[in-house]
């Protein structure tokens, strides 16, 4: 009798357990998503390391628009609903419409740090005095890998977010984060009016 009631404790315990790392989860999301939404309009800075590939990067919010420079041959623009992905090296521009589900920082950075609600899981892996980092898995099961977010503890700044799926790794430092004075640049045809244009709609 005592080892089934000890088990059963441990079993209330871990229940506990987890339900209070998600409960702390959702606060810190909560807290993210408030951050965000003061900021309005916004750009970043970034760092991003994809196994032996590292760059400099920057993007602007603004609503669902936004314009995303990567190094210095990739740059992206998007009125909210066509995204124009300009390829310098090759000298080609993918036209497709917005992925507005997705919350890839550099398919959809409106909605990179979004996750309040239903649509991801998330809990706390690590707690320090300074950061907090949060494992969010997405609920459809057709969405596979994992994102680890890493914020300031005190203000809820975002400084890190990383996608994980099987081995592969994609890092991104947010280096910083803070209202922006402009809009985003908006996609000019006549810039690249020798690349070829590849449109996937």
């Known amino acids: 009798m005592r080892k089934i ?3 059963s404790l441990l079993l209330i315990m871990g229940l506990t357990t987890v339900a209070q790392a998600a409960g702390d989860a959702n606060g810190v999301l909560v807290g993210l998503s408030q951050y965000i939404s003061k900021l309005g309009r916004y750009e970043a800075t970034f760092s991003l390391q994809v196994g032996d590939y590292v760059a400099d990067g920057r993007y602007m919010v603004e609503g669902n628009a936004y314009y995303i420079v990567v190094g210095s041959a990739a740059e992206v623009y998007c009125d909210g609903k066509v995204r124009y992905e300009v390829d310098k090296e090759r000298e080609e521009v993918n036209i497709d419409v917005v992925d507005a589900s997705s919350r890839n920082i550099l398919d959809n950075p409106t909605r990179c740090f979004d996750f309040v609600g239903s649509d991801y899981s998330a809990i706390v892996v690590e707690r320090g005095e300074k950061q907090v980092t949060l494992k969010l898995v997405s609920t459809d099961e057709k969405v596979e890998g994992e994102i680890y977010l890493t914020v300031d503890a005190a203000t809820y700044n975002p400084t890190e977010i ?40």
């Open 5 to 7: 009631i000890s088990l």
């Open 162 to 201: 990383e996608y994980r799926l099987y081995d592969e790794c994609f890092n991104v430092k947010i280096l910083s984060l803070a209202k922006s004075k402009s809009s985003p640049s908006k996609f000019d045809r006549s810039r690249y009016r020798d690349y070829e244009i590849i449109d996937f709609r």
